[in-house]
């Protein structure tokens, strides 16, 4: 089943003789279960890539997909709660609130959506991550994989239907983010999660089961392992 697609996805700034295409006609789909890495280096297009499709930026041209639904027809009401509801999010700095903890972090979206948290599937996910005994520690007693890992349990905890991750280790010394990356496989392979992560890593690049290359703003190679 398809969860993503994007049709002739184009990004352009500025005018004239001063306009730079970000992102140039790219299109491709993911199907539910697949963990795809989107790699190129810094400039390349990858994170404006990953900011239309997860609905933070609009594009000039072309199409994003998620579950059959083109995101940029919804209302900006209707976007904002479908992207809290279907699409988790994270980020290279964590963007935890420092003075709620662990559970209250994780827990954060559901709150937003004003509906109750489940105590038990939050246990659940507390045990997936590793964090059961840091539970009811805030953000700054807490190291940087532990950081990641709260970040990812919210990302989570709506159970979405796409998993967008901005090059998730690039805060993380080597061992954290070995551990970041076997976190993101198990949630692929055990529970079956669809993940779109970018990176410029090409060891990162491996632990995905398809990689997407993308340079000058175009996809220049597509490899499924």
Sequence with gaps: MEVLRTEELTKEYGF?????????????SVEKGEFVTILGPSGSGKSTLLHLVGGV??????????????IYKMKNR?????????????????????????????SLPVLLDHK???????????EILGLEKRADHLP???????????????????????????????????????????????LNEVYKQTILLITHDEKIAGNSSRTIR????????????
């Design 214 to 225: 993308i340079e000058d703003g175009k996809i220049i190679e597509d490899i499924r392992r």
């Design 116 to 126: 109750k948290v489940d105590q038990e599937e939050l246990q659940k996910l507390l």
């Design 140 to 186: 700054n007693e807490l190291s940087g994989g532990q950081q990641q890992r709260v970040a990812i349990g919210r990302a989570l905890i709506s159970q979405p239907q796409l998993i967008l991750a901005d090059e998730p280790t690039g805060n993380l010394d080597q061992k954290n983010s070995l551990e970041i990356i076997n976190l993101f496989k198990e």
């Design 78 to 106: 209707d976007l904002t709660v479908f992207r809290r509801r279907e699409i988790g999010q994270i980020y290279q700095f964590y963007n935890l609130i420092p003075v709620l903890d662990v559970k209250e972090n994780i």
């Design 16 to 28: 004239g003789e001063n306009k730079v295409i970000a992102l140039d006609h790219v299109s491709f």
């Design 57 to 70: 930026d609009r594009p000039t041209h072309g199409q994003v997909f998620i579950g059959g639904q083109s």
